[in-house]
């Protein structure tokens, strides 16, 4: 979660310090107690820590709305996070599927965006191991992928998994 709001906040800087220790005040609260935290607890600490963003628009405000985005680390991965976070959401990242089904079931995201071409498994089997785990079974899930509807690689996905195709370039007539 901390290097969540480091990444989203782009560095740390006298800015953010503050929220900072609010990251470490909660660590060393947790160790202190030495309790385990309750099932629905991940998700309400969660939504009580500073995201980092950066409002790219003045009318846009944090919503309850948690996505986890499972991608390599990169410039797509970057700029998509940067677009959900400038429009209120709440983003956490995973960087391989292992990760991801980890963070997915400490955290019960809102949505989860996968990457079709991911390590160790594809975005396909990871959608499906998590629409299989009880608690995430309900959750959105967005497939980012090249195929074209009705491949092969695109066939029986669960109800809850929308794809979005990604494209190479422009259409259309070049001026």
Do not use: W
Request: charged share 20%.
């Amino acid at each position: 979660m901390l290097e969540d709001y480091l990444i989203n906040a782009g560095g740390i800087g006298a800015e953010n310090i503050a929220d900072i220790r609010i990251y470490l005040g909660l660590m060393v609260n947790l160790i202190a107690t030495a309790e385990s935290i309750g099932e629905d607890d991940p998700q309400n600490l969660l939504k009580t820590l500073p995201t980092g963003q950066e409002k790219a628009f003045s009318d846009q405000h944090a919503h309850d709305v948690t996505v986890l985005l499972v991608m390599p680390a990169g410039l797509q991965q970057k700029m998509m996070a940067k677009e959900l976070l400038s429009c209120g959401f709440r983003v956490m990242r995973a960087y391989d599927c292992v990760e991801a089904l980890s963070v997915a079931v400490d955290i019960t995201p809102d949505i989860v965006f996968i990457n079709y071409d991911m390590v160790p498994f594809t975005g396909r089997e990871l959608s499906k191991v998590l629409v299989s785990v009880d608690t995430l079974s309900d959750i959105h899930i967005v497939l980012l992928t090249s195929y074209e509807a009705g491949d092969e690689h695109l066939q029986d996905l669960p109800d809850n998994v929308s794809v979005v195709k990604k494209t190479t370039g422009l259409h259309g007539s070049h001026r």
